[in-house]
């Protein structure tokens, strides 16, 4: 087995020295062995690792071969109350270290002094300091032929600088500081290189609201410019790209981030308080970025995450119990082929899922292949090897049902996470991932594809490591790289194991930074007023896409430890969405009088919008059809559509049965019958004629048709006998007639003509009506309604 022979490969030269070592002892006098023997761990208590601490800023190369000068630079600093003097710092070459778990313990106790490294490399290749003073930090550089350090066959070497000296209560040479690290070893070409994938993340936070201004252009608003320091010379996305694009590696995109990006190259608006917003300036840093990541990508391998990196974890185990939580998923994955197309003009695999941390378990690994994508990323400290495997397989492992796993290696995943802002933490994180590379690579001879799959976002101090690692390994003599298609295609190892772990061995650390089960009750919430608003709209799309991409960003993984800013975002989502879809309305109506039997009554319909609305149907509903009815029923339906910007009065009518207040209920619903916003209610008064007064006033305009009649025959008579008792006398003109007399026909025409004044409506006679005329007029609050 690998782990047993952790000291087989031990070099002649470890041995010679510590025979050397040995035999001065021996030699010694008494005194001396009994200061070096009986209390020999007494100097390293009493000078214990604080007491002067050595930094290691760089080592270069990092992966010597035969020929070259390894140098060793950094600084020591005296961190005890008492000057050292004589003091001098030197190399030691520890024995090799031939498995992957002895590197893991000799970087637990890097700056042990305890055990003993053995020798220094020689006299010659030291820097000495004659004094330290306490607090002080002295700055050294030593350099020493590679073949001075008796480095026997290939294989991972223990690397020690230390600080020798004396204090003047401790009077004797002794090391009182030292810093280990590991030198990889592999001079000659390896027989079999080791073919490794390197993913290069980026992926950033959530920057762009749901928020877009209303003109064409619909300019974004920003949550703050982090992006643009991002963005900018020297910032953390800006090194990424700088660093990368040097690399031999698969860029890992969130299309959001490109999206975010190239919004900034336009006219754009920063989030401000209360509502205000103030104008974006970065629009050159964008630009450029933006055409530096095209070059860099252009013939590079692009994996596309689904859009704005979403928590499977957390939707697996919270929000698949909450109706289309799913679909948001796929809605992610299609839209991000197109956005990475679209903006950096390659075609990207959209086949892969990456669980945080790689860390799956079967309701995951459900939720990751749900929207087509058949290959997930997943890591060694999740498929733990059971089956005594001596060597690290291959990433390919097939899980069933068309699905492979891609297992990252844990070790050279998490090489570079922590702070690495310190030079000497940087150099010693890429000591150890050479050293775990090439130790992995000698375990066998069988070639294998082998995956590193860093943190997501890492800092620029973390992408430097990265990329400084990256370009040594593939300048060395040990592996090869290969793109991340290529390795999830390779052969499987059927020894490798394929189970995945169940949902109770996820990490109860990452379980507590999942996203709640509310947040995806508040999602499906605002999704389906989307869908209830966006139904309403002649131009969906200025609202659907906005709003759209503002729900995949709520889920993002990048919320994670960040819980209460995840809440308001996914809320300001859902406020600006009801502020939106609250400017399609009802006007308020106040009580309304209906006089007569039957009338019109007026609703009005009200788009603040910049864009129409259409497919709205408005229904007006009578609560007592038994006094009023609307439309010959208890209601009324009218399709609406509205002009942005204005509001169009829907006329519904009605007729009445009787006197009293009935309460009108106006609502709109959609055309598929959903409520939209909220109803108006108002009272009507009816004042309706009853059929009782009607036939009064029947009855009396009946009694003036038959008196006119009445009057009309009697004159008529009246007027006969007249003719009669007067005679044929034409000639007759001066008797006592009228001064204007009038033939038969007059007074005929004169009687007609009052009788049918009485039918004339503007006489005194007939009832004042209550209502207007009809009026195409919308009615304003209060007003009569129009019949």
Request: no cysteine.
């Amino acid at each position: 087995m690998a782990e047993a022979a952790d000291f087989l490969g031990m070099s002649p030269s470890p041995a010679r020295r510590w025979l050397r070592r040995t035999g001065a002892l021996l030699a010694g006098a008494p005194l001396l062995a009994g200061l070096l023997q009986l209390p020999a761990a007494a100097p390293a208590q009493a000078a214990s690792s604080d007491a002067v601490s050595v930094s290691l800023d760089s080592l270069s190369p990092s992966a010597p071969t035969d020929g070259d000068t390894l140098t060793v630079s950094g600084t020591v600093t005296n961190n005890a109350k008492q000057t050292v003097t004589d003091a001098h710092v030197g190399l030691h070459v520890g024995p090799s270290l031939s498995t992957r778990s002895a590197i893991d313990s000799a970087a637990r106790h890097s700056d042990d002094l305890q055990p003993s490294m053995g020798s220094e490399v020689g006299d010659k290749y030291v820097e000495k300091f004659a004094k330290l003073a306490p607090g002080v930090a002295q700055h050294f550089s030593v350099s020493v032929p590679v073949d001075k350090l008796d480095l026997g066959q290939d294989g991972v070497y223990e690397l020690g600088v230390s600080l020798s000296g004396q204090t003047s209560a401790q009077p004797w040479e002794q090391v009182l500081g030292i810093q280990r690290t590991f030198l990889p070893w592999q001079p000659d070409e390896a027989g079999t290189r080791t073919k490794t994938t390197y993913l290069w993340p980026l992926i950033s936070t959530v920057h762009m609201t749901a928020k877009t201004g209303a003109g064409e252009q619909q300019t974004p608003v920003f949550l703050n410019d982090d992006l643009a320091k991002d963005l900018s010379p020297g910032g953390r996305l800006a090194q990424m790209l700088a660093l990368g694009k040097d690399l031999d590696v698969t860029w890992v995109i969130d299309p959001d981030l490109l999206a975010s990006v190239d919004a900034m190259t336009r006219s754009y608006r920063l989030q401000g308080d209360n509502g205000t917003t103030t104008a974006g300036t970065h629009q050159a840093v964008a630009k450029q970025w933006l055409a530096d990541l095209q070059k860099a990508v252009a013939d590079k391998e692009v994996v596309a995450l689904p859009f704005a990196d979403p928590d499977l974890a957390s939707l697996a185990h919270n929000g698949t119990s909450v109706t289309g939580s799913l679909s948001h998923i796929k809605d992610a994955t299609d839209v991000a082929g197109t956005t990475v197309k679209t903006v950096l003009h390659v075609t990207p695999s959209t086949d892969f899922a990456w669980p945080v941390d790689g860390a799956v378990d079967p309701s995951i690994i459900k939720v990751a292949t749900s929207a087509g994508a058949d290959k997930v990323i997943t890591r060694s400290d999740s498929l733990q090897e059971t089956g005594g495997l001596t060597y690290t397989p291959s990433a390919p492992r097939p899980i069933g049902g068309g699905t492979t796993a891609v297992v990252a290696d844990t070790r050279l995943s998490t090489a570079f996470e922590g702070d690495l802002t310190k030079a000497d933490s940087a150099t010693l994180a890429v000591q150890e991932f050479l050293a775990q590379s090439l130790a992995l690579n000698i375990q066998t001879d069988k070639q294998r594809s082998i995956v590193v799959a860093p943190q997501r976002m890492p800092s620029s101090s973390q992408a430097q490591a990265m990329a400084q690692a990256i370009t040594a390994l593939q300048q060395g003599n040990w592996d090869q790289s290969q793109e991340l298609t290529s390795a999830a295609r390779a052969k499987p190892d059927p020894d490798a194991t394929t189970r995945i772990p169940s949902t109770s061995a996820y990490p109860s650390s990452l379980r507590k930074q999942e996203l709640p089960r509310s947040a995806f009750e508040q999602i499906a919430r605002t999704q389906d007023k989307l869908d209830n608003f966006q139904v309403i709209l002649t131009d969906e799309s200025r609202v659907a896409t906005p709003f759209g991409r503002a729900i995949n960003r709520g889920m993002s993984t990048s919320w994670r430890g960040r819980a209460g800013e995840a809440d308001d975002f996914r809320q300001g989502v859902e406020a600006w969405l009801d502020e939106l879809s609250h400017q399609v309305k009802l006007i308020d109506k106040s009580e309304t009088k209906l006089s007569g039997r039957s009338a019109t009554i007026p609703v009005t319909v009200q788009n603040n919008l910049v864009q129409g609305v259409d497919h709205l149907v408005l229904r007006l509903t009578s609560t007592m059809p038994t006094r009023l009815k609307i439309g010959g029923k208890a209601y009324s339906e009218q399709r609406v559509a509205v002009n942005g910007g204005h509001s169009q009065s829907v006329k519904f009518t009605t007729s009445a049965n009787a006197n009293g207040r009935v309460t009108v209920v106006a609502r709109l619903y959609t055309e598929d019958g959903r409520q939209y916003g909220a109803p108006v209610s108002f009272d009507v008064k009816v004042t309706e004629v009853t059929p009782t007064v009607m036939l009064v006033i029947g009855g009396g305009v009946l009694l003036l048709v038959l008196a006119g009649f009445r009057m009309y025959t009697q004159r008529k008579r009246a007027a006969a006998k007249e003719a009669e008792d007067d005679g044929p006398d034409e000639t007759d003109e001066d008797s006592d007639g009228p001064e204007n007399p009038e033939g038969p026909a007059d007074r005929l025409q004169e009687e007609s003509g009052a009788s049918s004044r009485a039918d004339d409506p503007e006489q005194p006679s007939d009832p004042t009506p209550d209502t207007a005329p009809e009026s195409a007029d919308p009615s304003g609050t209060g007003e009569r309604v129009d019949r």
